[in-house]
């Protein structure tokens, strides 16, 4: 079936420019899960959803980050006021639910690489 | 904090040879380790997981607690193998993966 798709593939903006980013989970996963990969880095966590509520979202940067879920569907990451150091590419992963068991794995998108000029 | 380390960003190896990709961690509760590969223009996906104890592509890896280490190994390695390799852990309570920077693990003729 289809995996976890995001859009655009690649973003080229502005300093100060709003970007939105966007992933489809794979349908049925309740789990979502949105990553950081800066160049010559791992990978680092933004959020994390279990249906439309974000119960962990520790990792978002700053203010000028933010997420929201329609139901168990698409995922849009915001960055408002983007900076240089927001360039990375930007990674969403599903999974059937939020737990240890192994049908819990995270299915990685293909990333949205997000320059910042 | 979680941490987890890959102390090699590069590794070269010849095919046949054996290969080792080390991984630690910090984290003093019972962690959830796993090692994702990325192919040169393909997706992130699971290679393995620590609890599973699973030999996939000839790959394996064992969690040792004392030394707060989980290894990547293979005997022989192939061309195939030549990608990108990252160590993760989950800690308990947590959703989310802590990822190591990454090996970039090639494969020589």
């Known amino acids: 079936g289809a995996g976890v798709s995001q859009s655009p593939s690649n973003k080229v903006t502005e300093k100060g420019k709003d970007v939105e980013l966007r992933c489809d989970p794979i349908?049925?996963?309740?789990?979502l899960y949105w990553y950081r990969q800066r160049l010559g880095q791992g990978l680092e966590f933004l959020i994390y959803?279990?249906?439309?509520?974000?119960?962990?979202k520790s990792g978002l940067p700053s203010d000028r980050f933010s997420a929201e879920r329609t139901g168990e569907s698409v995922s849009t990451l915001t960055i408002q006021r983007t900076q240089q150091e927001d360039s990375a590419v930007y990674l969403c992963?599903?999974?059937?639910?939020?737990?240890?068991?192994?049908?819990?794995?995270?299915?990685f998108g293909p990333g949205t690489r997000l320059t910042v000029t | 904090a979680q941490r987890v380390t890959q102390p090699e960003k590069l590794l070269s190896v010849f095919k046949g040879a054996p290969v080792e990709l080390k991984c630690n961690y910090s984290?003093?509760?019972?962690?959830?380790l796993f090692w994702y590969v990325q192919y040169s223009r393909q997706r992130l996906q699971l290679l393995l997981r620590?609890?599973s104890r699973e030999s996939i592509k000839g790959f394996t890896a064992d969690l040792n607690k004392g030394e707060t280490s989980f290894h990547l190994k293979k005997p022989f390695a192939q061309e195939e193998d030549s990608a990108m390799y990252y160590c993760?852990?989950?800690?308990?309570?947590?959703?989310?993966?802590?990822f190591g920077q990454g090996t970039r693990l090639t494969i020589n003729p």
């Open positions: 984290y003093s509760g019972s962690p959830e």
């Open positions: 959803f279990q249906g439309n509520s974000a119960p962990d």
């Open positions: 993760a852990l989950r800690y308990q309570g947590a959703q989310k993966l802590v």
């Open positions: 992963a599903s999974s059937l639910g939020g737990g240890r068991l192994p049908s819990y794995e995270q299915y």
């Open positions: 620590h609890i």
């Open positions: 349908s049925g996963h309740t789990a």
